[in-house]
């Protein structure tokens, strides 16, 4: 591995080369060869949301068959997430130092091989073992493949060719339910590990061969391999996209260098110039993700316990979330790079904290209210969470792109473990109302942390991160 080259050992024509193989990059429209890129690692993000849930559908007749206490099952839950914050964390530096491409594949390597320690545990200890480990590799996998594909786009349909990548995560999300509701009754809780297993590795092996980044590389310094990526890209199509010229929306005076190739560290996302981007950044993540998972976790137990629904009518409930999330975010998919990343945001949180007020004021005694209100706040709050994905790796340079959404994301892991607590707690002690009352008001937080947001449609990345 090669040592980053510091600022001041750079010259001029080496500088001049970094920048003509950004805007080489930056002219390429989409094709077969970033086609290729997102199938395979939208392939390894699906099975990341396979993983991230195919203990719940497992858990009912592991319950009954090694008889694990309420405690247990939390415990079981918790490993998860533990690991999940760990891999967010390591995974980011990781990337940083070795390359996306190895931390990526290295990633889904842990949780395909983990899902099979799972299927092959014989108690609860191994179990618990396995998901622990498997959860490093589920929360590793994300950060990395984010910064990814971000690195691989254009500022021209950056938003969208992103956002159809992200569409995976949810629908994967649907896949596991089905699995879950179809085969488990049928072959027992081992199908699902070993379902999120085999396939993954061969993705695997798919990852590992994809190219590397080419702004990974030259942030580097490595610019003969970068130019040799660019080269293959630019062979894929004849067709070339027009300059887009530098507009510094909300960056006062930046001294612009397209090539940082200082080191970078995770300190740096609460220096000076980034502080005040992760902070905002960091509420939205807890934010988002406290009213999705908290929603998500808990609607099928509300369903059974509050409005006293049937088992399978619960599930079918509340497996609609996240149809209505994937119907959002394909319509975000195809708006965002006109609409922008702020306005977005900003209106997913209102619109989904007013019909999350509306249960609590007056709805939340009706079924039919929760299952309509409640479904689609999830599913408009969910395509922020979506954006976060997109926007996070954006307001960050290249050095510290990686690590920095890792960080981001490990207010994910915070959010949803805290947002189910709470929800069990107030049910008990204050009412139904009071939950959705909770919601709206972490809604609206939300809502004015995105109004500081820095817009970066239409903007190349090496302009809204120096």
Known sequence: MSVPIRDSRVGRGRESDAAALIARLERVPFSRWHMKARLVMGSATFFDAYNALSLAF???????????????????????????????????????????????????????????????????????????????????????????????????????????YEMIFPIGLMFTGQIGSWLVPVLGWKIMFLIGGIPGLFITLLVARLPESPRWLISKGRLSEAGAIVKNLEASTKHRLPTIKATPENIPAVRYSTVPMRRGAWTEVLSGFYRGRTLIAWTLWASAFFIANGLNNWLPTLYTTVYHLGLKESLRAAAMTNVAQVAVLLICAFCIDRVGRRIWTVASFMVGGALLAVLGLVAAKSVLSVMILGTWSYGVIGSANAVLYLYTPEI????????ATGLATSWLRLGSAVAPALVGVMVGATGINSVFWMFAGVSMVGALAATRMVETRGRRLEEIAP
């Open 58 to 164: 497992a858990l009912p007749i592991l319950v009954g068959t090694w008889h694990i206490s309420p405690a247990g099952i939390g415990f079981l839950i918790a490993a998860g997430y533990a690991g999940q914050l760990l891999g967010a964390l390591l995974f980011g530096g990781l990337a940083e130092k070795y390359g996306r491409v190895p931390s990526a594949a290295a990633a889904v390597a842990i949780m395909s091989v983990m899902s099979l320690g799972c299927a092959l545990a014989g108690n609860f200890q191994a179990l618990l073992a396995c998901r622990l480990v498997q959860g490093v590799g589920v929360g590793g996998e994300m950060p990395v493949a984010a910064a990814y594909i971000n690195e691989l786009s254009t500022a021209r349909g950056r938003g969208r060719f992103f956002l159809m």
């Open 396 to 403: 960050y340079p290249t050095r510290i792109r990686a690590i």
